[in-house]
Structures are given as structure tokens and as C-alpha cells.
């Protein structure tokens, strides 16, 4: 069961390219130079032999039952965080119910102790040409469909060509990059990549959903549907009522109950997902244990609110656990296709209005730390000036690059902590006359003569205070700000579209980035709608930069591609970015237990956790 860790977040993907060795452990080597082995990586080997148990964050002995009720906390495809009205998650009609993907298997599954490595579940075992195009995955016999049908060659040939030509634009844009999928009889499937394919588009075709193919067979892909489609997951759609809850059962007779990549896992009997469009609401209902585990975003209530009863006497934990995961990249995405965000200056000038360390102090409880990179976090961020494995990258584009971006990073200055830095506001209002914008009266002019106003999109007024004392700041510069609140269906309809002036987000960091980096910050993905590409990046510097990422052979060159684009990245100041902690607010009624240790690239929590019967007796559930 895979769990998304953050509530803003989008498709995780991996990355590579062509260039670089496919590293792995071989089981056998073939007689036409390819080599067939039981998992597959970035980088590096395997860290887990062909006969591996189990993984060894988990309790292969773990008992199954009971009950795991919860919010959707990260969106993928057409997914929405406040409602849902089709079970079709992976098509661009409709909102697509949380929870979906627990019913659909993949070829392969990540090992949550390594950065990148994938080991086998449709997929027993794979053989991978010599050249890296051609990749032949040979199936589990004993893969089946709910209804009792075998998982086949076809299905998966079926799934991976409908998702790259009529699925979600997210996955169309991830699967480009394979020429064909055909199968070779019921039980091996060939996928062929394009010349010059990105290092880890592998990685990406192995984390697809299989469907079968007869089950859609007359019907309509695209289309948004209330019939859930047939799987091969863990679990199945139990009941639902659309728009507030979703509840899945596990599938008792689950033909990969037993497999070294599901031991300790899909613990629970019940997956329920609850729909409040209001965090206090939602709140309320954890309280009340309509919700039995809680993810906390919002800093008042982790500071101020765990007071009640049921955590005074015991029966809701509160804790605060450590996340190895990458940190999101969260931030006010300014959108540059709007003619008040063209130019970098006025981009500039509107994030040193934002005054941080004010903001965290009183209304976060200084419980954040500054994001200052699109790699926070990691050793892929950007400091100093570049070096010289750096430069090569970046002395191509100098001409057309922030002289910037060849000095030290661009990062947010530390304010006074007063809410509104004299020095930092003047900063930015010579930053605007700089861009030729005049004022008038009270009113900032563009240079065109239209003022310059700033409408900030949201489905819900969570962020009011913190966007008040900024949209004050910027109210100082001449510059009318407001918050329209819209409804779900409506944001993700404009954000889509790119009918907005700014929005937040939180796109998900990687390990290891690569093509999902085309998906939110190249030229091509600036003008698909749909696309993660929120700000309208489209700088040739940008896309040749992804590439060289798409296309490291080595986690030092990677790293070197990585801190070369955040410069340039950060030089655009294509967001105001906010604020990330690399622990995970977590609080639960206390029916659960849990492994001995968590996964170094995670929280464990609840996908290797489980329902303790025991302990649901002693407080009375």
C-alpha cells in the first residue's frame, strides 16, 4: 500500500537517460548479450539478493485486520483533495477517488530503503538488452485479476499503450519515451525504447498500473466512471458514497499476499478514505474517531489543539517521526504566461514581500524551515558559485543567463522579523521601477499602464494568514493582492488550464529526478495543459539542463546537473517559496503497532504498520 507523504503533492516520478550503465546484480546472463535480473536501478547494485525474504523495514509476521481511516494526503493524475466523482484516477475527466491505486498491481516495486531500486511483483524476473532498449518482463504465473483471470503479456502491453495515448497528459508525458509494448505470449511482455532514452524511463514503465484489457474492452478510457475497473491490488473498492468517503476491502484471496515485496504490508482489513474540504471539520471528525490516523499539516493545531481528553488519558499518540524522504518543493507558483509575472525583477521584488521569519514565528509556532532551493534538503542543492564540472554545463548558456546565476545562489533574504523589512520592501520597489513599472497614486502600474494586481487561487482560505501580512507588504508596493476561494472542482479546473495569477503547491522531491523534471519544468510541459509546469518555465538553458539530469551516469554527475539547474532556476524566481520540515506530524488512535525500525526514505507509517487487536479492546474500540 503506498501512501503519498505530503497534502500538495503531485506524481513522484523517476528519472535518467540513455548514457548511463544500468547497474543490477545478474541471476543470468543470455545467450544474445542481455541479462535477466530480479530488480532494477539508477545507480550502483541491488542491495537485496534474488532470494530476499522480505524488506526489512517490516514484520513478516504481522497480523491482518482491522480498520485504517484516513484523509487523501497527495494527489496523482486527476486525484482532487476535496472530493472525487470518478474511480478512473489515471484519465483527465473527473476527480478521481483517493485510494485507487491500493487496487491495481505494478511490474515492479520500490524497496523504501533505497533511493531508487525496484524488485519484482507482476514481474518475476526481467532481461534487459545490451544497447538498454529492450526490455522483456517475464510475468508470475500466479498473477491474477479479482475475478480469477490470469495477469498477461497483453494486459500489460494494453495498460502501458492506452495510459501513453489517452491517459492523463502526467503519464503521456512519462511514457513517451517507449516505442512499443507487445507481448511475447501470456507471460513475457517487450517494451522498447526510443534512441536516446532518458537513464531511468525503466523505472518509470515498472510503477504503471496494469489493467486488463478485457475488462475495458468496449469501454470508454477516457471517460469518468463509477464502476470500478478491474484490478489486481491488494484491495478492492468496498463501497462509496461520492464526495465524502471511499472504503476499500482487502482482498483475502490477494494472489501476491505472500511475495518478498508485499511480506508485513496491506496489513489492514478496511482502507477508508474520508472527504472534508475543511481542515477543521476534518479535525473534528479525528477526534470524534470517524479518522483513527491523522497526518497534521497545519502548525496551530499541532501546538495548540492536541489538549482533549483522548490525548490526555492515552488512547491518541502524538508524535513527531523523522522522514527520510525528500522534502517537497513547496511555494507560491507565480504564473510567467500572465503579463504582470514576465519579467524577473517584478518576480523578484513580489517574494521579498513575503517576510518569512514573521510568519513562522506567529502563525507557524517557528515550527518550518526556509525552502531556498528546488532541492532542499539534498546534496543536489546549490551553494557557492559553480564549479567547474558546473560551468560546463552552464558557460553554453551564458549569454542568455542571469549574470547570477554564475555567483552564489540566489536566496530569500532573513528579514527583520517585523512583518514588513523597510530595507527589504524598498529593495523591492526599486526592483520594480527597475522594471519600469511607475506608481500612481496608490496604484503600481505595469509598464503597459494596467496595474499590477495579483489574485492568489485556493480552494480553501488555510493559507489566509499567512497570505494577509504578505498581501499587506505588497498592498505597500502598489500592488492590489486578494485570495479568491473557489471550489475544488474549480481550482483544479484552472490550475489545469492555467487561468490563474498564483497558486500553491507542493510538487514531491526525489532521490533521484530525472524525466519527471520535463513534467513540471520544461518548454513543452509550459504549454500542455494539465501539466505540473505551473509557473510557465520555458528557457532552453531549463530543458537542456533536465536533460543532462535525465541523462547522469553516475550520482556525482546528476548531483553536478542538479545544482547547475537550481541555479538557474532559482536566478528565474519563478516562485515565492515557503517552508518544509523533515519530520512527519503524526497522531493516531492507539490501535496500531508498528515494526521495529522505519525505512530509511520514509515513515513506515501506516503502510508497514498494523491493527492491534489488543489495543483497540484496552480503549474501547
Not at 531500486?117 to 514481474?123: D, H, M, N, P, R
Not at 510475468?139 to 492506452?162: C, H, I, Q, W
Not at 491517459?167 to 511482455?189: F, M, S, T
Not at 496489513?267 to 490516523?293: M, S, T
Amino acid at each position: 500500500m503506498t501512501m503519498a507523504l505530503t497534502r500538495r503533492a503531485a506524481l513522484t516520478a523517476g528519472a535518467g537517460g540513455v548514457l548511463a550503465a544500468l547497474v543490477w546484480r545478474p541471476f543470468a546472463a543470455l545467450a544474445d548479450d542481455s541479462v535477466e535480473t530480479h530488480g532494477l536501478s539508477s545507480f550502483g547494485d541491488l542491495a537485496l539478493p534474488a532470494d530476499f525474504p522480505h524488506f526489512a523495514y517490516v514484520n513478516p509476521d504481522a497480523p491482518t485486520g482491522g480498520l485504517l481511516s484516513l484523509q487523501i494526503t497527495g494527489t496523482s493524475g486527476n486525484q482532487n483533495f476535496d472530493t472525487f466523482d470518478t474511480l478512473n484516477i489515471y484519465t483527465w475527466k473527473g476527480n478521481g477517488a483517493a485510494g485507487m491505486s491500493a487496487t491495481f498491481d505494478t511490474l515492479m516495486t520500490a524497496n523504501g530503503d533505497e533511493p531508487d531500486s525496484v524488485y519484482g511483483l507482476l514481474a518475476q524476473s526481467v532481461s534487459v538488452s545490451a544497447d538498454k532498449l529492450d526490455y522483456r518482463f517475464r510475468l508470475r504465473p500466479e498473477a491474477r485479476f479479482f475475478d480469477g483471470s490470469k495477469v498477461t503479456a497483453a494486459d500489460v502491453a494494453f495498460s502501458l499503450n492506452v495510459l501513453k495515448e489517452k491517459g492523463h497528459p502526467i503519464y503521456a508525458q512519462l511514457l513517451k519515451e517507449v516505442e512499443q509494448a507487445n507481448p511475447e505470449g501470456d507471460d513475457v511482455v517487450h517494451v522498447r525504447f526510443v534512441e536516446g532514452r532518458s537513464r531511468d524511463a525503466h523505472l518509470i514503465v515498472v510503477g504503471m498500473p496494469v489493467f486488463s484489457a478485457a475488462w475495458w474492452s468496449g469501454r470508454d478510457f477516457t471517460a469518468a466512471t463509477l464502476d470500478p475497473p478491474l484490478g489486481s491490488g491488494a484491495y478492492k473498492v468496498k463501497t462509496f458514497e461520492q464526495g465524502r468517503f471511499i472504503e476499500y476491502a482487502r482482498d483475502p484471496g490477494y494472489w501476491g499476499a505472500k511475495l518478498p515485496v508485499n511480506l508485513g504490508q496491506n496489513n489492514f482489513d478496511r482502507l477508508r478514505f474520508e472527504y472534508y474540504r475543511e481542515r477543521q471539520v476534518a479535525f473534528e471528525a479525528f477526534k470524534a474517531g470517524a479518522i483513527n490516523y491523522h497526518e497534521e499539516f497545519t502548525s496551530r493545531f499541532w501546538a495548540t489543539s492536541y489538549d482533549f481528553p483522548a490525548v490526555k488519558d492515552g488512547r491518541i499518540k502524538k508524535e513527531d517521526l523523522h522522514n527520510g524522504a525528500p522534502s517537497s518543493i513547496q511555494g507560491w507558483y507565480l504564473n510567467t504566461r500572465r503579463e504582470q509575472f514576465r519579467d524577473p525583477r517584478v518576480r523578484e521584488a513580489i517574494g521579498l514581500a513575503f517576510d518569512f521569519e514573521w510568519t513562522n514565528k506567529n502563525v507557524m509556532y517557528s515550527s518550518y524551515k526556509r525552502i531556498i532551493s528546488y532541492f532542499p534538503n539534498t546534496d543536489m542543492e546549490a551553494k557557492g558559485k559553480p564549479g567547474p564540472d558546473e560551468l560546463k554545463l552552464l558557460e553554453p548558456f551564458r549569454d542568455k543567463l542571469d549574470p547570477s546565476v554564475f555567483d552564489d545562489p540566489y536566496t530569500p533574504p532573513v528579514s527583520d522579523g517585523s512583518g514588513s523589512d523597510r530595507k527589504l520592501l524598498k529593495q523591492a520597489y526599486d526592483l520594480l521601477l527597475s522594471a519600469g513599472c511607475k506608481r500612481v497614486g496608490e496604484t503600481l502600474m505595469l509598464p503597459s499602464g494596467k496595474p499590477l494586481t495579483i489574485e492568489f487561487l485556493d480552494s480553501s482560505n488555510f493559507m489566509q494568514p499567512h497570505l494577509t501580512p504578505f498581501m499587506q507588504n505588497l498592498g505597500r508596493l502598489g500592488i492590489q493582492a486578494n485570495l479568491r476561494v473557489v471550489d475544488a472542482a474549480q481550482l483544479k479546473s484552472r490550475t489545469e488550464a492555467f487561468d490563474f495569477d498564483v497558486v500553491t503547491e507542493a510538487l514531491p522531491g526525489s532521490t533521484t529526478p530525472g524525466v519527471g523534471l520535463r513534467v513540471v519544468f520544461s518548454s513543452a510541459a509550459a504549454a500542455q495543459n494539465g501539466s505540473r509546469n505551473l509557473a510557465g518555465v520555458a528557457d532552453p538553458a531549463v530543458d537542456a539542463l533536465i536533460e543532462k539530469i535525465a541523462t547522469a551516469q553516475s550520482r556525482d554527475e546528476l548531483n553536478t546537473a542538479a545544482r547547475a539547474l537550481d541555479r538557474v532556476l532559482r536566478a528565474g524566481h519563478y516562485w515565492v517559496p515557503n517552508w518544509y520540515r523533515d519530520t512527519a506530524w503524526v497522531a493516531h488512535w492507539d490501535v496500531f503497532s508498528r515494526p521495529e525500525r522505519q525505512p530509511k526514505f520514509g515513515t513506515g507509517a501506516p503502510g508497514a504498520w498494523w491493527w492491534d487487536e489488543a489495543k483497540a479492546k484496552t480503549i474501547g474500540l
